[in-house]
């Protein structure tokens, strides 16, 4: 189940269970929203994005969702394994270079 | 073969003391960033460099003074070093409206 403790919420799932982590964003003139993974001890690596223009998009056993009515991103990962367990940050963008992160999911998965 | 890449990983030193971090991208990238990530993984913009030229400064203390000789570097430097800047500092660039590409972190800390 999904947790708010004093730090990061935390998302616990089993391994081979699909993940959604959601995200609300804040600024309705963004228009670029990015799905990133940071694991212990390295920098943010980009999981997949999407465009204002679309409202889904799939990847490799991951599909961000987009509603821009209520400003709501989620990322749903397929059959989770453990080395999915990492921080997952979503980051939003209007028409600026200036990326504006959420404040980041902990999925734990547990065998 | 590494895109981002950062000088010290860590670096550990006294209040009031001044330091930097280097940074280099070898993609190619027109655009070059510094985020800090304080100790609940919160991650904040500081600037933003596009092509050697500064575009985005949020609100730091003057203490922090980015400096990019090429566009391919963005150094950041800082004086008199405080506790509150304990943090990770990263790198990232990108190209024009594309996702930053990130490095591996700075892990800074003030005693």
């Known amino acids: 189940g999904e947790s708010v403790g004093l730090h990061l919420p935390t998302l616990s799932v089993q391994e081979g269970d699909n993940s959604i982590i959601n995200c609300a964003y804040s600024n309705s003139a963004s228009d670029y929203f990015i799905w990133y993974k940071q694991e212990s001890g390295k920098g943010p690596q980009f999981i997949i994005d999407i465009r204002s223009n679309m409202d889904k998009r799939q990847g490799q056993r991951v599909t961000v969702l987009l509603n821009k009515t209520v400003k709501h991103l989620s990322l749903q990962i397929a059959a989770t394994q453990p080395g999915d367990s990492a921080v997952y940050f979503c980051a939003e963008k209007a028409n600026t270079d200036k990326l504006i992160f959420g404040t980041g999911t902990r999925l734990q998965v547990f065998p | 073969d590494t895109a981002v890449s950062q000088t010290p990983k860590y670096l550990v030193t006294q209040m009031g003391n001044d330091k930097s971090i280097k940074c280099e991208q070898n993609?190619?990238?027109?655009?070059m960033y510094w985020y800090k990530q304080d100790s609940k993984k919160f991650l904040k913009i500081m600037f933003s460099y596009n092509n050697k030229e500064l575009i985005i400064n949020e609100t730091v203390p003057n203490r922090f003074s980015p400096k990019s000789p090429d566009k391919a570097h963005l150094n950041l430097h800082i004086n008199s070093l405080e506790l509150g800047d304990s943090a990770v500092y990263f790198c990232?660039?990108?190209?024009?409206?594309?996702?930053?590409?990130f490095g591996p972190g700075t892990r800074l800390t003030v005693t």
């Open positions: 990232a660039s990108s190209s024009q409206r594309a996702s930053p590409y």
């Open positions: 993609l190619g990238h027109d655009t």
